[in-house]
């Protein structure tokens, strides 16, 4: 078993040395937001705009002043302190779930929020949440039934590397349980072997970097998505590898009924970081 992963670790390598030759960057696309166009865009086109390509076009995307978790945080404040509690409330309190915040945040997020804007209005937005985050459990709960303890541990009888430690340090830009093994830290290329649990994706993100930096993902057990923006969602099975270009918008994780497992090659280039946005279940 050790000597098959160690051969397989040494083809995620060799394919990191044959990409590390130029490749063409795809030119980043906007976040699209519609929904002012669909409900106001004969009726006020104006506001449409502004809500469609200002508010999320370009406040919602200036991440690197302010993460999305924090944006969330923010925006549903505001609108429990305005006793805001219709379908707009709704919107962001999903949003602020698929951007990381917990039931146990939530409920002293509103909590604390109850003491400043009002124990009313506090009680209008916890019927919201508890509908939202108790959905979110009732799946969690559907998928560990045909998913769960039984279903990991087939998987990890099929895999060939380790599934290693709970994906922690990046767990608010999952919408699931994920997992990290680092294989090799080598300088050139660093390589790690990510599992998501049935249903778990990463937000959409973009690799950064000045010269020859992308990323590799090499499927190694279960099924998985992928996609790039602007382009229709990819399945990948064992043995599907992708080359993903710096500046370009992509997510990955498993398919809903299936754990997956890639190697995450990661090949730095210069200036390398990460941009993280907006979750990929939209």
Not at 104 to 118: D, L, V
Request: with cysteine; proline share 4%; net charge negative.
């Amino acid at each position: 078993m050790k000597s098959r992963s160690t051969g397989l670790l040494l083809q995620a390598m060799t394919i990191a040395t044959i990409a590390i030759m130029p490749l063409e960057t795809k030119a980043q696309e906007r976040v699209k937001q519609t929904a002012g166009r669909d409900a106001l865009g004969d009726f006020a086109p104006q506001f449409a705009r502004l809500n469609d390509d200002v508010l999320f076009g370009e406040v919602w995307s200036r991440t690197e002043d302010l993460g999305l978790r924090d944006r969330s945080l923010v925006t549903i404040t505001a609108l429990i302190s305005q006793g805001i509690t219709d379908s707009s409330l709704a919107y962001h309190l999903q949003t602020a779930r698929d951007n990381g915040i917990t039931r146990g945040e939530i409920a002293e997020i509103i909590t604390h929020i109850a003491f400043y804007a009002g124990w009313p209005k506090a009680w209008a937005a916890f019927r919201l949440a508890t509908g939202i985050w108790n959905e979110q459990e009732g799946e969690k709960e559907t998928k560990a039934d045909s998913c769960g303890d039984k279903g990991r541990a087939e998987f990890e009888r099929e895999m060939m590397f380790p599934i290693g430690e709970s994906n922690t340090g990046f767990a608010r830009y999952f919408s699931g349980e994920s997992f990290l093994a680092p294989l090799s830290v080598d300088a050139a290329a660093k390589v790690f072997n990510v599992t998501f649990a049935p249903g778990c994706r990463n937000n959409w993100h973009i690799h950064h970097a000045d010269e020859g930096g992308r990323q590799i993902l090499v499927a190694v057990a279960g099924h998985g998505l992928y996609q790039l923006w602007g382009e229709p969602v990819r399945r990948l099975a064992p043995g599907d590898a992708v080359t993903i270009p710096a500046g370009v918008k992509h997510w990955h994780g498993a398919d809903d009924d299936s754990w997956f497992a890639h190697l995450a090659i990661e090949v730095p280039g210069t200036n390398a970081r990460n941009e993280w946005l907006e979750s990929s279940r939209q």
